[in-house]
Each structure stands twice: as C-alpha cells, then as structure tokens.
C-alpha cells in the first residue's frame, strides 16, 4: 500500500511540472516558468566570462547590455527554476534533531546564442 501511495504522489508532483519557456530575441533572452519561485541563470563566455542572474519570481529577462558589456563571441546559458510544493521534517544525521526541509519541483534548460555588435545572434545566415 506504501508504494502505491508513494508511486501516486511521485506521479502527481511530476504531472504539475511545467518547462522553462526560454525566448531569445536580437536584444534579450527570456526565462519564464508559471509557478517558479525562483529562476536562477548562469552565463558563460569568451574570456572566462561567467555570470550568474537570479530572481525571486517565475520571470527572468536578461539584455545584451547586462552580458560580459555587450562583448562579442559565443556564449553558453544554463538556467534552473525552482518551485517550492511543500515543506518536511527530517532527523539531520548531524546530530542536531529535526530540521525543515523544502520540496521542491525543478527544470532546467540550457542552449546557446552569439553577440554581435550588440545584438544577440542565434543562427547563421546561409549566403
């Protein structure tokens, strides 16, 4: 009976899962998910440029301008939402008794984008 019950409510917390919806335009890239928490955003690019973007809420948008100063080169994004369900009590094994702990839902994208003069490039022109 445990295992049904536990097999039903890993079923319903993956049935409320909702993607990021990541939109890249020539002037920003856009992170949203209904229900997150949080978005969190990691940027990586040329020079060893790598820049994290955080915010509390289910939508993220980050310009060219807020990017290594418009730098041009290729960058790299890996972006997780968080959602938190519900709350547990757990025995920590340090010792210390019980703690509250989170239960959260994620999702992750990530993917990849130019600048070029300023302006946020995602594919090639074929000539």
């Given at each position: 009976?445990?295992?049904?019950w536990?097999?039903?409510?890993?079923?319903?917390?993956?049935?409320?899962?909702h993607?990021?919806?990541?939109?890249?335009s020539?002037d920003?890239?856009?992170?949203?998910q209904s229900n997150?928490?949080?978005?969190s955003?990691?940027?990586?690019?040329p020079?060893?440029?790598?820049?994290?973007?955080?915010?509390?809420?289910?939508?993220?948008?980050?310009?060219?301008?807020?990017?290594?100063?418009?730098?041009?080169?290729?960058?790299q994004?890996?972006?997780?939402?968080?959602?938190?369900?519900?709350?547990?009590?757990?025995?920590?094994?340090?010792?210390r008794?019980l703690?509250?702990?989170?239960?959260?839902?994620?999702?992750?994208?990530?993917?990849h984008?130019?600048?070029?003069?300023?302006?946020?490039?995602?594919?090639?022109?074929?000539?």
């Amino acid at each position: 009976m445990k295992k049904l019950w536990l097999a039903s409510c890993i079923f319903s917390v993956s049935a409320l899962s909702h993607a990021i919806d990541t939109k890249i335009s020539n002037d920003s890239v856009v992170f949203s998910q209904s229900n997150a928490d949080t978005i969190s955003v990691s940027i990586s690019g040329p020079d060893g440029y790598n820049e994290a973007f955080t915010t509390e809420a289910d939508f993220l948008k980050i310009t060219a301008s807020d990017i290594n100063n418009a730098t041009d080169g290729s960058y790299q994004f890996d972006a997780i939402s968080t959602e938190v369900l519900g709350k547990t009590t757990v025995d920590d094994s340090n010792g210390r008794g019980l703690a509250l702990k989170n239960i959260v839902n994620s999702e992750s994208d990530s993917g990849h984008f130019r600048l070029e003069n300023g302006s946020i490039v995602t594919t090639q022109e074929e000539e």
